[in-house]
């Protein structure tokens, strides 16, 4: 074998190599000691809603294009006595398929805790979903814990 033969079979193994590296990244998770927060979701109320987008990367400076994201919430709502009030989070901006549900306890303003991952769209968004007892009656603290690349 020649030396430009071994040079284009040396080529030929850095770049499967490269490859092979590029699936290990994907996935990759990123775990933060300090939470990423938005003054949008540090208690602000809250009323009821349809599916609504999140862009990650314009609201709490998550890059864009990550794969998941691992979220923290405490939620409350005034009149949670009377019925079930929750918020939703999915990846997907329609339909009925939701990654995480958080209730709001059944004592009114209460607080609820919870945290979960939540997979993304191809953007690297979420969209949320909330049931709230009336107008502005539930407040909501979000924060991102880690992302997945």
């Given at each position: ?115 979960g991952i939540v997979p993304c769209d191809a953007n690297g968004d979420i969209y949320y979903n909330v ?19």
């Amino acid at each position: 074998m020649n030396n430009e033969q071994r040079l284009i079979d040396e080529i030929g193994k850095l770049k499967r190599e490269v490859e092979r590296l590029k699936r290990v990244e994907q996935g990759r998770p990123v775990f933060l000691t300090t939470p990423l927060t938005s003054t949008s979701w540090d208690g602000d109320s809250f009323s009821t809603t349809d599916k609504t987008l999140i862009d990650l990367s314009a609201v709490f400076g998550v890059p864009a294009g990550v794969k998941a994201v691992l979220v923290k919430v405490a939620l409350r709502d005034s009149a949670s006595a009377s019925g079930l009030y929750y918020i939703q989070f999915s990846g997907v901006s329609s339909g009925t398929n939701y990654s995480l549900t958080l209730e709001s306890p059944p004592i009114n303003d209460r607080f609820g805790y919870g945290q979960g991952i939540v997979p993304c769209d191809a953007n690297g968004d979420i969209y949320y979903n909330v049931i709230a007892s009336g107008s502005g009656t539930m407040d909501i603290y979000l924060e991102i814990r880690g992302y997945w690349l």
